[in-house]
Each structure stands twice: as structure tokens, then as C-alpha cells.
């Protein structure tokens, strides 16, 4: 069986080693803090500062992993080059690690090597250049970190007053040692999709049914499965999705991100792991959830067809406060809700807006998405987090 160095051991990380535990494979768990949620149910835990080139050198060398699966984006990643060269497969690959930790490498990838369509974008070091860009892209406008997740640093700028606060507040949400952010003109979309895409070494590049999601300070509320969209607009995100990640290589599941617009599909961002807008296949939409299907991709394990079982929601369940010890009630009413699940994350504390765990429901394909929705936001408002 398999030795897996996972870097980063949040939620998501928690339940890909569930996932992985379940076919007996062996997973260590890495991340800056003990008691991360993946290393309550990892095999060991290593706590380092990943950003620390000699720190990831030493535990890599000490574990000598099959794989080594990034969970998160502040990873000292060029390393990942030396470590394929060693016979560890990084997951995808080490060139998509790199290029999706930063924002700058996969835009660039997407608008200019592959010719996909994107929102016009600038890049910014100083706040300057980002007034700069601000007005060669014109307002309202979208100001994010090159390196940052779950929506961290990122704000959108309404008037020319808005551009050093969005300066600051990118710095202070960056991640990693770039200072540097992208800002991008206003897409009048739609609506916005993620499409879970599997990669296989020597088999054919397979894809969930694609999840709307809605966001709030860049980062998720709610998702669900499946979202509406028109045959055409699927196959040219399909389209898009499998030339960029063709371009990245190696095997397991992206999570490309996409605005639908009345002119097109407009490529957004990618993720070479699962997606935390993917948590909605834990309600049992699919055959297999986003995490079990990046595992068997990993692994090489044939994955004949990924097929739509019902219709799906998850709604997030957020901290409001500070606190080194939260602990929830409500549980029980959620618990006795029909069609409905949820997890809660086991984080160590809180934060306000931090997510902590995620509501759950389904039902039936001919059942209203707007009603499993509803369900699932109804749910997650029945679990308090005390402090």
C-alpha cells in the first residue's frame, strides 16, 4: 500500500485521508498547527512551517513518501521538482502545484499559452501599479492576492477610493512571501460554476456534473449539484477544463472554476485538489465524492464513469468569534432532519467567518435545486458555535 505525505490538514485533507484509510493506504498529515482536523485520523502528523524549504526537505526525506498530496497554496513548491526527480509522484504533478499555488502562473497559462477566455487582468506590486491596472481595466473590478485561499484578500473595488484599502487588505490576506496581486475587470456573470475534472494516468479525463455555488467575501456559502447550464456552455468548460489540465499534468481531481456569462464561459481559477465547493458530493450526489475520486486517480485505480445519483446542496457552518476551545449545539436537531447529513471540521478554534463544519441534504433528481438549498442553509442555521 501507499505512503502519502499530505501537505495541509484542513477539512478537506480530513476527508481525503478518510477516504484513503478506507482502502488501507497510509497517510502522514503536515500542516502549522497540532491538532489540524486530517491529523485526527491521519496515521501520523508532522507540524512545520511549509514555506520553510529545509523544514519540507527534512520531513520528506525522514517519511520517503509514495505521493505527496498539497492541500493548500503556502508550500515552498518549487521543491516539488527535486522530489519528482527523487521517484515521488507529487500530486497532480510538481508544474500544476506550482502553477496553481499562484495566480499569476495559471492565468497567464490559461489567457496566453492556451488562448482560453478570461476577465482582462493587470498584475500589481505596489499600490501604484495597482491604481495603475485598476484604471487600464476599468471599475468595479476585482482585486486578489497571486497567492491566498478561501477568498482571503480579496475585495472588490467599486470607486477609485477603494484602491489602497484593496492594496492593504490584499497584502494582509496574502499567503506565502509574494507581495504581488492580480486584478481583474468586472465579468457580468451569470452565475459561476466549479467542475470537478479527474485526470487518470493512460485513461480518459472524466467529469462531475457541474456544482453552482454563491460567495461571500470570496469565499463559499453555499454549492450544489447539479447546476444549470446550457449544453453548449458545458461542453466549451469541459473543453477548457481538459486542455488546461492536459497542460499541467499528472493524474487526480482539479477543481476549474468558471463564470457564465451571456457572451460565453469565461475561465476563473483552478485547483489541483479537491474544492471546497466539491463538499456538496459528501451528500451522496455521486458515486463517488470529489475526494474518493482524486484518491483512486492518484493511485492509478480505473474509474469507469462518474455518475449523477441525486440532487445535492451543502451550506457552511461559520464561526462569529474568537475562541481556543468551541464546542456546538444543535447537533441534534440537525440530526433529525430527513435527507440530511453534516460534518463537523474538529478545528482546534475559531475565528469569525471561520468555517467549522457544513450542512448536508439531497433528495430526488426531479427535486428542485432551490429547495435542497434551502434545506441545507436551514440546516447549518440550527448549529451554534459557542465559545
Not at 8 to 27: D, H, M, N, P, W
Not at 39 to 62: C, P, R, T, Y
Not at 178 to 201: D, G, P, R, W, Y
Not at 359 to 376: F, Y
Request: contains cysteine; glycine residues 6%.
Amino acid at each position: 500500500m501507499a505512503k502519502i505525505l499530505l501537505l495541509g490538514s484542513g477539512e478537506l485533507g480530513k476527508e481525503f485521508v478518510i477516504a484513503a484509510q478506507r482502502i488501507g493506504q497510509t497517510v502522514i498529515a503536515v500542516d502549522s498547527y497540532e491538532n489540524a482536523p486530517a491529523m485526527q485520523v491521519a496515521h501520523d502528523f508532522e507540524v512545520i512551517n511549509m514555506l520553510d524549504g529545509n523544514a519540507l526537505d527534512k520531513i520528506v526525506a525522514k517519511h520517503n513518501p509514495d505521493f505527496i498530496v498539497p492541500e493548500i497554496e503556502a508550500i515552498r513548491t518549487e521543491r516539488f521538482y527535486d522530489y519528482e526527480k527523487q521517484g515521488i509522484t507529487v500530486v497532480p504533478s510538481a508544474k500544476a502545484a506550482n502553477f496553481t499555488m499562484n495566480r499569476k502562473a495559471i492565468r497567464d497559462l490559461a489567457s496566453k499559452e492556451l488562448g482560453l477566455k478570461t476577465a482582462e487582468y493587470r498584475y500589481a506590486t505596489t499600490a501604484e501599479e495597482l491604481r495603475k491596472g485598476v484604471l487600464e481595466v476599468g471599475i468595479p473590478c476585482v482585486v486578489k492576492p497571486l497567492m491566498s485561499s478561501s477568498g482571503k484578500g480579496q475585495s472588490t473595488i467599486k470607486t477609485e477610493a477603494d484602491i489602497e484599502k484593496a492594496w492593504e487588505y490584499a497584502v494582509a490576506g496574502s499567503r506565502g512571501d509574494v507581495v504581488e496581486v492580480i486584478v481583474e475587470a468586472f465579468v457580468k456573470f451569470n452565475s459561476e460554476i466549479t467542475l470537478l475534472t479527474v485526470t487518470q494516468n493512460n485513461r480518459r479525463t472524466l467529469f462531475c456534473a457541474p456544482i453552482g455555488h454563491r460567495q461571500e467575501r470570496g469565499d463559499y456559502q453555499e454549492s450544489w449539484q447539479p447546476a444549470r447550464i446550457s449544453d453548449k456552455d458545458l461542453y466549451e468548460a469541459q473543453d477548457m477544463a481538459e486542455k488546461v489540465t492536459e497542460a499541467l499534468g499528472g493524474a487526480g481531481l482539479f477543481g476549474v472554476e468558471f463564470f457564465l456569462a451571456d457572451d460565453g464561459v469565461y475561465f476563473s481559477e483552478l485547483s489541483p485538489r479537491p474544492h471546497d465547493t466539491g463538499m456538496v458530493t459528501l451528500a451522496g450526489t455521486q458515486n463517488f465524492n470529489e475526494f474518493e475520486l482524486h484518491l483512486r486517480a492518484i493511485l492509478s485505480l480505473p474509474i469507469f464513469e462518474i455518475t449523477l445519483e441525486k440532487t445535492g446542496a451543502s451550506a457552511v457552518i461559520l464561526a462569529s468569534e474568537n475562541s481556543t476551545n468551541p464546542t456546538y449545539t444543535g447537533i441534534e436537531k440537525i440530526a433529525a432532519l430527513p435527507k440530511t447529513d453534516f460534518r463537523i471540521f474538529g478545528k482546534p478554534s475559531s475565528r469569525p467567518y471561520r468555517r467549522m463544519g457544513v450542512a448536508l441534504t439531497n433528495n430526488t433528481l426531479e427535486t428542485p435545486i432551490e429547495e435542497v438549498v434551502e434545506n441545507a442553509v436551514k440546516a447549518a442555521s440550527l448549529v451554534i458555535v459557542n465559545y
